[in-house]
């Protein structure tokens, strides 16, 4: 959203994957910015030590692709990184201009779109105002949060769709 409404010349359209617009809506976000450092390395370490456990608690299938997906993405970036980008989230969502940034973003006619799990849609937060101006507002069948690893070709498919519009 920043980036878009920085540099709109820059952005053909916009997708928004499980929201984000409120810190109801950041729920781990929140958590993650409120921990010691030492908290966040040894959750991301438990979730490194047992990720087909992990996974699984997001209801997605450890099959062989999504563990080595879900390793790749916790070897991808240290403890300090996730904390810090959950830092910038509560940071960016919790300021009252931040949903006046992004209404005024959302009323230039760029085609946006909206894409969640549908399990994890009742606990979205998306302002009533953002689902009208959505060109398209989409869930996944049966998937949650991790949408991406329970239904990576729908996934895909639905981001792909949203670039040719």
């Given at each position: 959203?920043f ?17 984000n ?5 950041a ?36 099959t ?7 390793q ?14 959950a ?11 931040y ?30 105002w ?9 869930d ?26």
């Amino acid at each position: 959203m920043f980036f878009a409404s920085r540099h709109p010349e820059l952005t053909r359209s916009l997708t928004s994957v499980e929201g984000n617009f409120t810190l109801k809506d950041a729920f781990w976000s929140s958590q993650i910015a409120q921990m010691a450092l030492s908290g966040v390395e040894a959750m991301v370490d438990g979730y490194k030590s047992d990720v087909g456990g992990w996974i699984s608690a997001a209801n997605v299938a450890p099959t062989p692709w999504a563990l080595d997906v879900a390793q790749r993405w916790l070897h991808n970036q240290p403890a300090s990184t996730v904390r810090a980008q959950a830092r910038a989230v509560v940071a960016a969502t919790g300021r009252a201009q931040y949903l006046d940034m992004v209404r005024s973003l959302l009323e230039t006619g760029a085609p946006f779109h909206l894409i969640g799990g549908a399990r994890s849609r009742p606990g979205w937060d998306v302002p009533d105002w953002v689902a009208r101006i959505a060109t398209s507002n989409s869930d996944l069948a049966a998937t949650g949060h991790l949408m991406m690893l329970e239904a990576s070709e729908r996934f895909a498919g639905a981001i792909m769709s949203n670039c040719r519009v």
